[in-house]
């Protein structure tokens, strides 16, 4: 793994605010979802690495905005404010001063980014139409009302990285690909998230899921369920993993490059998922602890399978 300093060098980044922007990014980031970061930074090319780190920390920065008041109202004016900006941004090409540090900064290698990876920017477009959708839900009655968030907001969010890694031909597929896995990614975060979820008067699990292990949205939140919410986590698993399993085949539509991070992320998902199946019905009192030791070797031996493949050359 190249220094922090190279990386940016490998990716033609001279100019000092520039560095400085991008470099504020990865420290988001790396707080934000260390294992994912520390994948980026061993397993992706290093002219790509501060374009992903900037396109995540993008992504992390609204979802910020979008979750900040549990009314909407707030979260709505917020979004809306910083959609100006981002067009402006944009349009631009320099990220603007909006009078807020970090999303000048944001902003800034953003901008940048685009114009090095112009599909972004379209990317960018659309996502910037469906994040309020992450700022209005409260539940799912069905496990249709949950696919069509899918649809609505985790597929674009989730394409901010995606587009990034995308083959050069096939993008159909290739989305088609990115949306089985962003299925299976959400359905585990939902059900990870259900204490702090449920603190914030929403759930991610359809209503007609706990109907079928005889619990209540209303027993969950006063942490009295009446079914089996155990049965429920094993359930929600085992269609997460099911998802997981169709998703590798993202590992073999990436171009070369970009296969062991793919590969990576996706068993860095099935970590998550054997946690919070261990965790089971003691979800509803606190998250699963992070596997960072498997996640760890995850990592490791991808990276070992670089070097060996980078000496065989």
């Not at 979008?66 to 090409?93: C, I, K, N, S, Y």
């Amino acid at each position: 793994m190249t220094t922090w300093r190279h990386t940016l060098d490998r990716a033609g980044i001279d100019d000092p605010a520039l560095r400085e922007a991008y470099t504020a990014q990865r420290r988001l980031v790396a707080r934000f979802d260390r294992a994912t970061f520390l994948g980026v930074r061993l397993l992706l090319p290093a002219d790509l690495v501060p374009d992903v780190v900037a396109a995540i920390a993008f992504m992390h920065h609204t979802d910020n905005l979008l979750d900040q008041d549990a009314d909407g109202d707030a979260a709505f004016t917020a979004f809306t404010a910083w959609e100006r900006r981002v067009r402006g941004a944009l349009e631009d090409g320099t990220g603007g001063e909006g009078g807020d540090g970090d999303g000048d900064r944001v902003l800034r290698a953003l901008a940048h980014t685009v114009s090095r990876r112009p599909v972004l920017g379209d990317v960018v477009a659309e996502y910037l139409v469906a994040a309020p959708a992450d700022a209005g839900w409260r539940g799912f009655a069905t496990e249709a009302d949950f696919q069509a968030y899918v649809d609505a907001y985790s597929l674009p969010a989730f394409l901010l990285v995606a587009c990034l890694l995308a083959p050069p031909t096939g993008y159909a597929g290739y989305r088609a690909a990115c949306r089985t896995f962003v299925e299976a990614a959400q359905r585990l975060d939902f059900l990870e998230d259900v204490t702090e979820d449920l603190r914030a008067a929403r759930l991610g699990i359809p209503e007609d899921a706990l109907a079928r292990h005889g619990l209540t949205r209303a027993g969950l939140e006063h942490r009295a369920p009446e079914g089996d919410f155990a049965s429920l986590v094993r359930d929600v698993a085992a269609t997460t993993r099911r998802g997981l399993a169709d998703a590798r085949r993202l590992a073999d539509i990436v171009p070369v490059p970009h296969r062991p991070m793919t590969r990576a992320l996706i068993d860095l998902q099935g970590h998550r998922l054997r946690a919070a199946e261990r965790t089971g019905a003691a979800l509803l009192t606190g998250p699963a602890r992070r596997p960072v030791a498997a996640a760890l070797g995850t990592l490791a031996g991808a990276y070992a399978g670089t070097l060996r493949r980078s000496a065989s050359r």
